[in-house]
């Protein structure tokens, strides 16, 4: 009795990021067209959805607390001010407008360029009012803020005039007291107590002098602060490019197209879960890729590719004639995901091998099927299902069908006892790949390999799967191989123990327990 023993397989990455990039190249006609989608589309916004007529003035605004190590707090208050209803109508009122304010702060802007200049953007419907708008805005600004300067100031003076008159009828009651100095005979007390009023009456004095001249600055610094808040660039409109604005539209939009069309395709190639390596294919039906084909090949093309086309299919012929010479039985094409392209090899392999021996062709396509088409002169002969049973026996007959979702499974065992899969890549799921290798392996229909439609280009992984022996190692002469006793290296051990080979099963027959394997 043998045994089948599948090889113990490594645990499967949670996300294959080089399957994830060959899935998402090979939708490039889904995210190249919504990359194009949003050119289109940002280009069409350049032109049916043109700026407003824009204005731009810049103020200088002089602060009482700038410090050379501000962060910008200032002028970001002033922006801030800039968007109040105040500001708005006092603009308003400048241009005799009836808009409402809050509609009004919709129509304008301001930026901090530095710690001291502050840009200031307003639409309109024409150029002219835009500018408008943007001087009436820059005049309500900056007279505001010289408005909340000048109260600032005065507030100063006032409170230090207001500390000077308190201390000035301080010193009018010391001076009442002093009069017109000491008596004469007077104690020591008392001409102590009068040199205590002298002292506090220089001290009320200096502190006057020194209020009154603190009260001058304040009003001193208040010009030069006004002085400074100013209209330094005059409105004036914002030219507008149109095809500075194409570019900049089209390409915000190429890039979230782009970017849109790359997540969708991520997320539908790991949602889809769709083998599109050959390694990933093979491992999955159980059966090693012997050959692949793109495309574009089995289709006319243009002059300069037909050639080699051209032999990429004579060579994909000659290769199924091999497997087809190998044995008397019959042999069966059996596609997933390409009918017309499983057609076309079959009437080549047909034709080829036509010259040695004569071949009909059974066609069990559930559609695209062969019996419809016009013939070509020196085509081999093609029939249906229900008149395979009638050919005679010296004829070689190659099947085609589809293993394909809703295809029927129970004709496979009559038409032929081995079969080559015709599978276009990134078409079946994992899921239905198990199906298929198990309904195979149930109608034991050998499977001879696989014939990869449409691999990606830069695929290079192996497709084969290994079911020999190890190796021979290479020992260099006069040097014995290492032996590490029962631990020693599996190539060496293989070769000491003679040739040995092991069956290997695909991953949906590696997932059964062993006592369903037994049962089967």
């Known amino acids: 009795m043998t045994s089948t023993t599948a090889e113990p397989t490594a645990a499967a990455p949670l996300l294959d990021l080089q399957a994830l990039v060959v899935s998402v190249r090979r939708r490039r006609r889904l995210w190249g067209s919504l990359a194009?989608?949003?050119?289109?589309?940002?280009?069409?916004?350049?032109?049916?959805?043109?700026?407003?007529?824009?204005?731009?003035?810049?103020?200088?605004?002089?602060?009482?607390?700038?410090?050379?190590?501000?962060?910008?707090?200032?002028?970001?208050?002033?922006?801030?001010?800039?968007?109040?209803?105040?500001?708005?109508?006092?603009?308003?009122?400048?241009?005799?407008?009836?808009?409402?304010?809050?509609?009004?702060?919709?129509?304008?802007?301001?930026?901090?360029?530095?710690?001291?200049?502050?840009?200031?953007?307003?639409?309109?419907?024409?150029?002219?009012?835009?500018?408008?708008?943007?001087?009436?805005?820059?005049?309500?600004?900056?007279?505001?803020?010289?408005?909340?300067?000048?109260?600032?100031?005065?507030?100063?003076a006032s409170t230090l005039i207001a500390q000077r008159d308190r201390l000035q009828k301080e010193l009018d009651q010391v001076n009442e007291a002093i009069g017109d100095g000491p008596p004469e005979g007077s104690s020591p007390e008392e001409s102590a107590n009068l040199e205590t009023l002298f002292a506090r009456r220089a001290e009320l004095s200096s502190r006057i002098s020194d209020f009154s001249q603190r009260a001058a600055e304040a009003r001193v610094g208040t010009?030069?602060?006004?002085?400074?808040?100013?209209?330094?660039?005059?409105?004036?409109?914002?030219?507008?490019?149109?095809?500075?604005?194409?570019?900049?539209?089209?390409?915000?939009?190429?890039?979230?197209?782009?970017?849109?069309?790359?997540?969708?395709?991520?997320?539908?190639?790991?949602?889809?879960?769709?083998?599109?390596?050959?390694?990933?294919?093979?491992?999955?039906?159980?059966?090693?890729?012997?050959?692949?084909?793109?495309?574009?090949?089995?289709?006319?093309?243009?002059?300069?590719?037909?050639?080699?086309?051209?032999a990429a299919r004579t060579r994909l012929t000659s290769s199924l004639?091999?497997?087809?010479?190998?044995?008397?039985?019959?042999?069966?094409?059996?596609?997933?995901?390409?009918?017309?392209?499983?057609?076309?090899?079959?009437?080549?392999?047909?034709?080829?091998l036509a010259a040695d021996e004569p071949v009909v062709v059974v066609d069990a396509l559930p559609r695209h099927g062969l019996a419809g088409r016009r013939p070509k002169s020196g085509d081999p002969e093609v029939v249906g299902v229900e008149r395979a049973a009638a050919l005679p026996s010296d004829r070689r007959r190659i099947g085609v069908a589809s293993v394909a979702p809703g295809a029927a499974w129970s004709d496979l065992a009559d038409l032929a006892s081995r079969a080559v899969l015709v599978v276009r890549a990134g078409h079946g799921t994992t899921a239905w790949l198990h199906?298929?290798?198990?309904?195979?392996?149930?109608?034991?229909?050998?499977?001879?390999?696989?014939?990869?439609?449409?691999?990606?280009?830069?695929?290079?992984?192996?497709?084969?799967?290994?079911?020999?022996?190890?190796?021979?190692?290479?020992?260099r002469e006069g040097r014995p191989a290492r032996q590490n006793g029962t631990g020693s290296n599996p190539a060496v051990q293989a070769v000491a123990d003679g040739p040995r080979r092991t069956e290997r099963l695909p991953m949906w027959a590696a997932r059964v327990p062993d006592s369903d394997q037994e049962a089967r």
């Open 36 to 156: 194009l989608l949003g050119l289109l589309l940002g280009a069409a916004v350049a032109v049916l959805l043109p700026p407003p007529p824009t204005a731009v003035a810049k103020v200088l605004v002089a602060h009482q607390d700038d410090q050379p190590n501000d962060p910008g707090t200032l002028i970001l208050t002033d922006v801030a001010l800039l968007h109040t209803t105040r500001i708005a109508d006092a603009a308003l009122e400048s241009l005799d407008s009836s808009q409402s304010a809050e509609d009004f702060l919709e129509e304008y802007e301001g930026a901090g360029l530095t710690n001291n200049l502050m840009e200031i953007k307003a639409t309109g419907d024409t150029g002219e009012e835009a500018v408008a708008r943007a001087e009436a805005v820059a005049e309500a600004f900056v007279a505001d803020h010289v408005r909340r300067i000048k109260e600032a100031a005065a507030a100063d």
């Open 223 to 310: 010009p030069r602060l006004i002085a400074g808040t100013q209209i330094v660039d005059a409105p004036h409109t914002v030219k507008h490019s149109l095809p500075l604005a194409l570019a900049t539209n089209g390409g915000i939009g190429l890039v979230l197209g782009l970017v849109l069309g790359l997540v969708i395709a991520a997320v539908a190639s790991v949602v889809g879960d769709r083998p599109v390596l050959r390694r990933d294919i093979a491992r999955h039906l159980g059966a090693s890729v012997t050959a692949e084909l793109s495309r574009s090949a089995l289709r006319p093309g243009r002059l300069w590719h037909r050639r080699r086309k051209r």
């Open 321 to 352: 004639a091999r497997t087809v010479r190998s044995s008397t039985e019959p042999l069966a094409l059996l596609e997933l995901g390409c009918p017309r392209g499983a057609g076309v090899i079959a009437l080549d392999l047909a034709r080829t």
């Open 435 to 475: 199906t298929v290798a198990r309904q195979l392996a149930d109608r034991r229909v050998e499977v001879a390999g696989v014939v990869l439609v449409d691999p990606d280009p830069r695929d290079r992984t192996d497709g084969t799967l290994w079911d020999g022996p190890f190796p021979v190692p290479r020992v």
